[in-house]
């Protein structure tokens, strides 16, 4: 019954809307003649719309102006039209702006000065025909503004939070820088955790991105060069350098490339790092991530230019090499012994992610020989009574962790305690006690997935929980054997790889003695002499040599 | 805007040259095990290297005349362009063949080591595989390739020869000279003729980047590999003694299988092996780079890579039915057999070509 009646009530809706529709333009007389606007009807679709609206001029008259605006923007709620009357002549005027996007004290004051400062002024020069001009020149100068007779930029300048102000008999408008909107709080990265590191990490706003790189470098030489990406989303996008330390091929290749993206929307880096990463097959990132601003700032002073997108708070790092990687802030902030200790940690974990269960399996299969005779004893009375191959066992642990890790990620933070718990004790405990899989396996898969989140980066440790499996299977089918070509294809591939011509294994292949203060160990601060050598090769020295710090009195 | 150039570093040469030398010299130590020198095997292996050393300068020096050719272009211009063509077919048939033994040492040694029950076909493959794909590649990744494997070799080679030195009894070493001169000059012979891999060089100098320094790598790179020769000949005699160290196939395998450095450390051969699978990767990567580099510029094609495919089923098959199996590839190495063969193959060219050349250059034509 409801449903009818609904429909009947619909079907009276739309009768009644015909009805007045067709009167519409007979109830409403008035002189104004809506102008005839190809593209922008209710049946064209949206590449006409874009197109229609592209390069529409302004009109001298306000109503005019007002009626294409409507057109153009429908009847989003949130855009307001505010019109006014300005001046001792009463010339009609309108504010534009939209909702959300302005803040209300900026918008307050240019309300206040068309509206009531106008009187202040002469009255020749609020007359109807340089009342616009005055407006810009004397009215509104604390406010940083600009003019556009186009309807195109007029709404792309109201779109990112600034007000337009129209008059009657120009046809132009006045743009007026009122942006304010809210931004979350620069916070300490959550994902990159550090325990020396600087606290402050990116934010969704690209201008306040950009402007805690420009408190740290506040040399001119730091240009951040600036385009929009995506027809519908105009995404604004900043690449960050130093002017005179990069190499001008490098920002060549990556002007081209992003002027080469043709898409409708960027909803973060990302999407930019598919479109201009040099291997976009390939399981290893060629491009790093960060929402660590001194990790940024550190690469921009070796030479490497770092790319912003409105909207992430990940900045994208270029060129990129393996061993960017594995570099964690915390590395740099402690003295060098200790820093390079956990980083040469982190290269043997990052192995044993990778190579782990593939030799595992590898071993127990085909070379029982290799292990000692206790070891060996021991391991196959502990798998007495499991009733599948290794490699079954491996496999089937090894799929559980992934599942496990993989929900302990989506799980809101107050549950994720919980499933590692079941997972872990109750899953692992109880698979052992029934006899599914031997306690080796599980000691081996919870080494390995405890190895592979040392891996500072999430994309380099993605590949090698993939590329874990592989080894696993050439384990599995050829023993050690298998799993030294696994080993030699995946070197091959990394050598060949590039990112913007930088070789991605630089300075291990090929072999830069130089590069290697900070690439397996970092040194000292004082012995870091030199810019990585294929990056900052315009000007090698960062530092002058023998800063060694020397007791007082001491001589060398 | 980045160009792809076909180029390698000279450190990377050297890399190649010294893991290639290193692999097959010290696998299955030929100063040892192909002739009586026996407890005068390190002294063996001086001398071989200065005769080595002469053949490097011969190779070398020719080809750094045409510093940006290969030798099949070098030849066709020295001797004109038929019978040029005609002996540089020597030099592909020596990679070809080379390739092959080479690939069928290793695929001997892993069976008789590891996988007693693998068929040759998938040890050789796992390497075939991995080298076809590098070579696919390009000679760069090559190069990058040795600079990686290089300190990995290097330090397994050496942790392999320095852990028995707790064990070694030098007076295995005497008595020096007991049978005379001839003996051990005689076991210079097949090391020597293995230099015919440094004729990789005539391949490789067009695409060093400071060719004028590319024949003193080589030369440092034969004489570090030969110092690692002259140090395992040392240790492999005062372990095993000279007897049961020229009896073994694989001497420096038996040498490391029949120390224990503790209860826990016994079977640490995975690490040599390992390394010699990497080395091995490395050569037979050179070897089809020259053979398919060359093939393709006798054919004068554009893209050696065409070739990769079919010259490595040729490689393959060739290693599996070289041999019919380790014992021949051992009496393929005495002096007496390898050592006409390969200089035949590696200095009747080059001697034709140098004794063009001075023939030329009194023509005054370079």
């Known amino acids: 019954m409801s449903i009818k009646s609904g429909l009947l009530q619909k079907l009276a809706r739309v009768l009644l809307r015909k009805i007045k529709n067709t009167r519409k333009p007979n109830a409403k007389k008035t002189d104004w003649k809506p102008k005839e606007l190809p593209g922008l009807g209710d049946f064209n679709d949206l590449s006409q719309r874009e197109k229609a609206f592209q390069d529409l001029p302004l009109s001298n008259r306000l109503e005019d102006n007002l009626q294409l605006f409507r057109q153009v923007t429908g009847e989003s709620y949130d855009v307001n039209i505010q019109e006014f009357q300005s001046g001792p002549e009463k010339v009609p005027a309108a504010l534009l702006y939209i909702d959300g996007l302005v803040d209300t004290n900026a918008l307050e004051i240019t309300l206040h000065s068309v509206k009531v400062d106008i009187f202040l002024t002469n009255m020749d020069e609020v007359h109807k025909k340089n009342i616009f001009e005055t407006t810009r020149r004397r009215l509104l100068s604390v406010i940083e503004s600009r003019t556009t007779g186009n309807m195109a930029e007029l709404y792309y300048g109201i779109s990112i939070g600034r007000t337009a102000l129209l008059f009657d008999g120009t046809a132009r408008a006045l743009i007026c820088e009122t942006q304010g909107w809210n931004v979350r709080e620069v916070s300490e990265p959550s994902a990159e955790a550090s325990i020396r590191g600087v606290r402050e990490g990116f934010v969704e706003s690209i201008r306040t991105n950009t402007s805690l790189v420009r408190r740290r470098i506040r040399s001119p030489n730091l240009w951040i060069e600036s385009m929009e990406i995506g027809s519908l989303s105009k995404t604004e996008l900043a690449f960050a350098y130093i002017k005179g330390l990069v190499g001008e091929e490098i920002l060549g290749e990556l002007r081209s490339r992003l002027k080469n993206i043709k898409v409708d929307g960027i909803l973060g880096s990302g999407y930019i790092e598919d479109y201009i990463s040099d291997n976009p097959c390939s399981l290893f990132p060629s491009l790093l991530s960060t929402e660590r601003v001194d990790r940024v700032v550190g690469n921009l002073l070796e030479g490497r230019v770092a790319i912003f997108v409105n909207g992430s708070s990940f900045a994208l790092i270029i060129p990129a090499g393996f061993d960017s990687f594995l570099q964690a802030p915390d590395d740099y902030f402690e003295p060098f012994p200790l820093g390079a200790f956990i980083r040469v940690l982190r290269y043997i974990s990052f192995f044993i992610a990778l190579f782990l269960p593939g030799i595992y399996v590898a071993v127990l299969t085909f070379h029982p020989e290799l292990l000692p005779v206790p070891l060996l004893l021991r391991i196959q009375a502990a798998r007495e009574g499991v009733p599948f191959p290794v490699v079954v066992e491996t496999l089937f642990m090894e799929i559980v962790f992934e599942v496990l890790r993989e929900a302990g990620v989506r799980l809101p933070m107050i549950v994720g305690p919980a499933i590692s718990i079941v997972g872990a004790l109750v899953l692992g405990d109880a698979a052992i006690r029934a006899g599914i899989v031997s306690p080796g396996v599980v000691i081996i898969v919870a080494f390995t997935a405890i190895a592979s989140f040392t891996i500072p980066s999430f994309t380099l440790g993605l590949a090698a929980r993939i590329l874990r499996f592989l080894m696993l299977f050439l384990g599995a089918a050829f023993g050690l054997l298998g799993v030294q070509f696994g080993l030699l294809v995946l070197l091959i591939h990394l050598v060949s790889m590039r990112s913007f011509g930088y070789p991605y294994m630089a300075p291990f292949a090929p072999f830069i003695w130089g590069d290697m203060k900070d690439s397996l160990v970092n040194l000292f601060w004082w012995k870091q002499v030199y810019r990585p050598k294929l990056l900052g090769y315009r000007e090698p020295r960062r530092q002058p040599p023998g800063q060694k710090p020397q007791q007082p009195g001491k001589k060398e | ?366």
């Not at chain 2, 290639?20 to 005068?40: E, G, N, Y």
């Not at chain 2, 495919?309 to 098959?317: D, K, R």
């Not at chain 2, 070509?353 to 030329?360: I, P, Q, R, S, V």
């Open chain 2, 1 to 366: 805007m980045f160009l792809f150039t076909e180029k390698i570093g000279n450190s990377q040469l050297f890399n190649i040259l010294f893991i290639m030398r290193t692999t097959i010299v010290i696998s299955f130590l030929p100063v040892l095990t192909t002739t009586q020198a026996l407890q005068d095997a390190w002294l063996a292996s001086i001398i071989t290297f200065f005769l080595s050393a002469l053949c490097v300068y011969l190779i070398g020096r020719l080809a750094l005349i045409f510093p940006d050719k290969s030798i099949i272009q070098y030849s066709q211009e020295l001797l004109g362009s038929w019978p040029g063509r005609l002996f540089s077919l020597f030099y592909p048939g020596l990679f070809l063949f080379m390739g092959a033994t080479d690939l069928r040492i290793y695929g001997e040694l892993l069976r008789s080591v590891f996988l007693p029950e693998t068929p040759l076909i998938v040890i050789q493959s796992s390497i075939v595989i991995a080298a076809v794909m590098v070579v696919y590649a390009g000679l760069e990744p090559l190069g990058r390739m040795a600079d990686l494997i290089f300190p990995v070799f290097t330090l397994s080679i050496l942790f392999t020869l320095l852990f028995p030195v707790v064990e070694a009894d030098f007076g295995n070493l005497q008595p020096v000279l007991y049978n005379g001169w001839r003996p051990v000059l005689f076991a210079t012979l097949t090391p020597v003729a293995i230099i015919a891999q440094y004729a990789h060089l005539t391949m490789l100098i067009p695409s060093v980047v400071e060719p004028q320094k590319a024949l003193r790598s080589a030369l440092s790179s034969l004489l570090w590999a030969s110092l690692i020769l002259v140090f395992a000949a040392l240790i492999v005699v005062a372990v095993l003694g000279a007897d049961e160290g020229a009896r073994a196939a694989f001497p420096v395998f038996k040498l490391i299988r029949a120390i224990r450095i503790s209860e826990f450390l016994e079977r640490i051969e995975a690490f040599p092996t390992f390394a010699w699978g990497l080395g091995l990767f490395i050569t037979l990567s050179v070897n089809l780079y020259s053979l398919s580099k060359g093939l393709s510029q006798l054919c004068r094609l554009k893209n050696h890579r065409h070739l990769l495919l079919p010259l490595a089923v040729i490689l393959s098959t060739l290693a599996l039915q070289g041999y019919s199996d380790f014992l021949e590839i051992r009496s393929f190495f005495k002096p007496q057999v390898a050592a006409p063969f390969v200089f035949f193959l590696l200095l009747f060219p080059l001697a034709v070509l140098w004794t063009a050349y001075f023939f030329k250059k009194k023509d005054s034509v370079f």
